[in-house]
């Protein structure tokens, strides 16, 4: 038996000897923008550990999310949707997701069944067949279209995926075709032990998951009106008691800023009276004492950092970096 690092707990967890037969290995996800690459990580882990939003382009780091079973261990590794990038934040994000394709034992190529293949999705598939590790093509969002649609497109991606067997339909949405996904899954990866213990769900520590769930919640609830130029950053996390009396309960207690780009979005985050951001902090709190079980003391600070998506030293600052 060996032991791992947990990230979150800042303790080593001892990892079990995996038994005769069994399979593990890195699954790489990709695809365009909004394809619900993140949420089919969450529906196939069974928990949330990727943020998702109507908003494209909402994932930026490299998750992995880790589903154990009798059999095996498949780390999934959700990457930012790849798309043409207009500044640096996204030259990095476009970046990372293209060395995912060559660093895994198996790819996850995600379309949008409900519409035909368009330039992003040939770029992507270009981009595959430059490297020799094996492709599933899913074609996500089935329970969002017609019989005679789905027909039709299936003829326009016939081309496109030619070199890959028949895309396997699932919805992220439902949890249709997860069953056959899996089992496509396993029968692809090779033999191998347990990378993380059984019980992992994320590699993330919980200040990056908590610095997630509050971003999720300012795309969520401003929509259009912040797009991408916000970045979360957690100052602190302390857990003290919630009382000064003898054996009071403990609470977390989380300063978090969140940073944009122009004055007038530090505005529409705060909202009038401070009522969005005290919505935005409500939200993520209730999300925050179910990930970490507990009670939760958010306080959310909003500073204006202009272009901070195109310098380098706000980039490594809020932890987006190229990774190798």
Same mark, same amino acid.
């Given at each position: 038996? $060996?032991?791992?690092?947990?990230?979150?707990?800042?303790?080593? $967890?001892?990892?079990?000897? /995996?038994?005769?037969?069994?399979?593990?290995?890195?699954?790489?996800?990709?695809?365009?923008?909004?394809?619900?690459?993140?949420? #089919?990580?969450?529906?196939?882990?069974?928990?949330?550990?990727?943020?998702?939003?109507?908003? /494209?382009?909402?994932?930026?780091?490299?998750?992995?999310?880790? !589903?154990? $079973?009798?059999?095996?261990?498949?780390?999934?590794?959700?990457?930012?949707?790849?798309?043409?990038?207009?500044? !640096? #934040?996204?030259?990095?994000?476009?970046?990372?997701?293209?060395?995912?394709?060559?660093?895994?034992?198996?790819?996850?190529?995600?379309?949008?069944?409900?519409?035909?293949?368009?330039?992003?999705?040939?770029?992507?598939?270009?981009?595959?067949?430059?490297?020799?590790?094996?492709?599933?093509?899913?074609?996500?969002?089935?329970?969002?279209?017609?019989?005679?649609?789905?027909?039709?497109?299936?003829?326009?991606?016939?081309?496109?995926?030619?070199?890959?067997?028949?895309?396997?339909?699932?919805?992220?949405?439902?949890?249709?075709?997860?069953?056959?996904?899996? $089992?496509?899954?396993?029968?692809?990866?090779?033999?191998?032990?347990?990378?993380?213990?059984?019980?992992?769900?994320?590699?993330?520590?919980?200040?990056?998951?908590?610095?997630?769930?509050?971003?999720?919640?300012?795309?969520?609830?401003?929509?259009?009106?912040?797009?991408?130029?916000?970045?979360?950053?957690?100052?602190?996390?302390?857990?003290?008691? /919630?009382?000064?009396?003898?054996?009071?309960?403990?609470?977390?207690?989380?300063?978090?800023?969140?940073?944009?780009?122009?004055?007038?979005?530090?505005?529409?985050?705060?909202?009038?009276?401070?009522?969005? #951001?005290?919505?935005?902090?409500?939200?993520?709190?209730?999300?925050?004492?179910?990930?970490?079980?507990?009670?939760?003391?958010?306080?959310?600070?909003?500073?204006?950092?202009?272009?901070?998506?195109?310098?380098?030293? /706000?980039?490594?600052?809020?932890?987006?970096?190229?990774?190798?």
């Amino acid at each position: 038996m $060996t032991e791992a690092y947990h990230a979150s707990s800042a303790e080593f $967890t001892p990892i079990p000897q /995996a038994p005769k037969g069994f399979k593990s290995g890195f699954v790489g996800i990709v695809g365009r923008p909004n394809v619900g690459k993140s949420t #089919l990580m969450n529906r196939l882990i069974g928990e949330k550990v990727a943020i998702t939003s109507p908003v /494209a382009q909402t994932t930026r780091n490299r998750l992995q999310g880790v !589903l154990t $079973t009798p059999n095996a261990q498949i780390i999934f590794v959700d990457t930012p949707g790849i798309h043409k990038p207009h500044h !640096l #934040l996204g030259e990095v994000l476009v970046f990372n997701a293209q060395q995912v394709m060559n660093s895994v034992d198996l790819l996850l190529f995600i379309v949008d069944s409900t519409e035909p293949p368009g330039p992003g999705d040939q770029f992507i598939a270009e981009q595959l067949q430059q490297t020799s590790v094996p492709v599933l093509i899913i074609a996500n969002k089935v329970d969002q279209r017609s019989p005679k649609r789905a027909l039709d497109l299936q003829q326009s991606y016939r081309e496109l995926l030619e070199p890959y067997r028949e895309p396997i339909p699932v919805s992220a949405r439902t949890g249709k075709g997860m069953e056959k996904l899996l $089992t496509a899954i396993g029968n692809r990866l090779p033999k191998g032990p347990y990378y993380y213990p059984p019980d992992y769900l994320t590699d993330q520590p919980e200040r990056f998951i908590c610095a997630e769930l509050i971003r999720e919640q300012v795309l969520l609830l401003t929509e259009q009106e912040i797009p991408h130029s916000v970045a979360v950053v957690i100052e602190s996390m302390k857990v003290r008691p /919630a009382h000064t009396r003898k054996n009071s309960p403990m609470i977390t207690h989380i300063q978090a800023t969140i940073h944009v780009e122009r004055d007038s979005q530090k505005g529409i985050l705060i909202g009038k009276e401070g009522r969005m #951001l005290k919505e935005i902090g409500t939200q993520s709190r209730k999300r925050m004492e179910k990930l970490l079980d507990g009670s939760i003391f958010l306080e959310l600070f909003v500073k204006v950092n202009p272009r901070w998506r195109s310098s380098n030293a /706000a980039l490594k600052e809020f932890g987006y970096q190229k990774e190798r």
